[in-house]
């Protein structure tokens, strides 16, 4: 039995870790638990799955948090804040803790995690792409596996099992598309949140869903395969497949052309970067190829996704550089999410502030560059957009 800890308990990726383990209970046990806010949810979860710690970050609902679950004869550690948040992801005797933290917000524990010798089974992919020069030379330190938990990554690492060293050419990322792949990029003008969050395929956050539809979340996927499997910038594509059946493909020396397929479903990642080595059996539904049906593929429209460009370049200059394009782009989609700015206007932010970054961009950051950066990357958001023009009101094309 593997002794789990998750951080980012009550959101998407914390539900599904959770009906993993709540299906294999000879598999899996909870060691910690840690959430944002949701008190009555993480409530329920530490009476289900009795974990010895838990953590809530809103510091003013941890009295709410220790009341909703007063009655336990057993009662966990109860911490609040990010310290307590830090404290949950090293504690005891975890083996993997799954990182499921939105945004940057996840790499102090993730940190803390790897500095106490625990795998970390990495759902969240600003970690990586924020601190990518930091936590990877952490890894290599304490001696931990790094373990993708995201459909695409694992796509990549299940297909590079048996991969000699050196076998590896190409890395393909399929894109789903997002809510306008069937948009023109002219209607993007009078795109409306609810638009945006309408995505076709995942049931996922609000902020990565957003993600998806601007497909910053597929550049953000081309920085963190860079530092994840070793690869150039050239050598990592895009291309879009609406079906998302096959979850990405490797391309070997030889052109071979291996693939990973599987029905949209986020536990199958969770599960193997969870069990990795082993393949458990699942009760889930068998992928059917006649069921399934046409599998097609397609450029993607960089008109329509200029943010691809945006990620491709931050990479390139590597440095803080992804760390200020990470952190721009939460701000700018937290100011649309809010009705702030237009949809358009979350390229342009990132755009203007990445480009006031350039000459300050830090070659080898340590990690309070990272942070240093993140923070001015949000301030600089925030000036930037109170100069643009407000949104226009909107009625949804669909």
Known sequence: MKAITLLGSTGSIGTQTLDIVAQNPEKFRIVGLAAGNNVEMLAAQIRQFRPQIAAIWAEEKLPALKAAISDLEIQPILLAGDSGIIEVARYGDSESVVTGIVGCAGLLPTIAAIEAGKDIALANKETLIAGGPVVLPLVEKHGVKLLPADSEHSAIFQCLQGVPQGGLHKILLTASGGAFRDWDAQQLANVTVADALKHPNWSMGKKITVDSATLMNKGLEVIEAHFLFGLDYDDIEIVIHPQSIIHSLIELQDTSVLAQLGWPDMRLPLLYAMSYPERIYTN?????????????????????????????????????????????????????????????????????????????????????????????????????????????????LR
């Open 284 to 396: 889930w539904e068998r992928l059917n190829l006649v069921k399934a049906g046409n599998l097609t593929f397609r450029e993607p429209d960089h008109q329509k996704y200029p943010c691809m460009k945006l990620a491709y370049a931050a990479g390139r200059a590597g440095g803080s550089m992804p760390a200020v394009l990470n952190a721009a782009n939460e701000q700018a989609v937290a100011l649309f999410l809010a009705e702030k700015i237009h949809y358009l206007d979350i390229a342009k932010c990132i755009e203007i502030v990445c480009d006031r970054h350039q000459n300050d961009n830090r070659s080898h950051p340590n990690l309070e560059d990272i942070l240093a950066a993140d923070k001015w990357a949000r301030q600089a958001v925030l000036e930037v957009s109170a100069k643009l023009a407000p949104p226009m009101p909107t009625v949804s």
